[in-house]
């Protein structure tokens, strides 16, 4: 007898989780990012520039952060507009690396 027969599958509610855990998840989130992106403005100082990690900053973001608050937005923890909002405090990030590294390259490295 197979036993996989014996299994069966329940697709439960999804639990309330209280919204102080939620903006403490998406803070979290954020410090993480910012973290990121002070690692990457480091060794953009210590290279002299490199635009190419600002493209390695958003791979991380779409790979790691962006899936997480997405799951959040489809399990209704949060608003369409607030994963909207986290992913523009993303690009803010990425943007302000990218300013980071122009005036490093403008000073000639």
């Given at each position: 007898?197979?036993?996989?027969?014996?299994?069966?599958?329940?697709?439960?509610?999804?639990?309330?989780?209280?919204?102080?855990?939620?903006?403490?998840?998406?803070a979290?989130?954020?410090?993480?990012?910012?973290?990121?992106?002070?690692?990457?403005?480091?060794?953009?100082?210590?290279?002299?520039?490199?635009?190419?990690?600002?493209?390695?900053?958003?791979?991380?973001?779409?790979?790691?952060?962006?899936?997480?608050?997405?799951?959040?937005?489809?399990?209704?923890?949060?608003?369409?507009?607030?994963?909207?909002?986290?992913?523009?405090?993303?690009?803010g990030?990425?943007?302000?690396?990218?300013?980071?590294?122009?005036?490093?390259?403008?000073?000639?490295?």
């Amino acid at each position: 007898m197979n036993q996989r027969s014996n299994v069966r599958f329940v697709l439960g509610k999804i639990p309330q989780v209280p919204r102080e855990k939620i903006d403490r998840e998406i803070a979290d989130a954020k410090m993480i990012i910012t973290g990121w992106k002070k690692a990457y403005m480091k060794l953009a100082t210590e290279m002299g520039g490199g635009e190419f990690l600002c493209e390695e900053l958003m791979d991380e973001i779409l790979e790691f952060a962006s899936p997480y608050l997405y799951r959040m937005y489809m399990c209704g923890f949060i608003s369409y507009q607030e994963y909207v909002e986290f992913m523009r405090f993303c690009e803010g990030e990425v943007e302000e690396l990218r300013e980071h590294i122009k005036r490093i390259e403008e000073l000639g490295g």
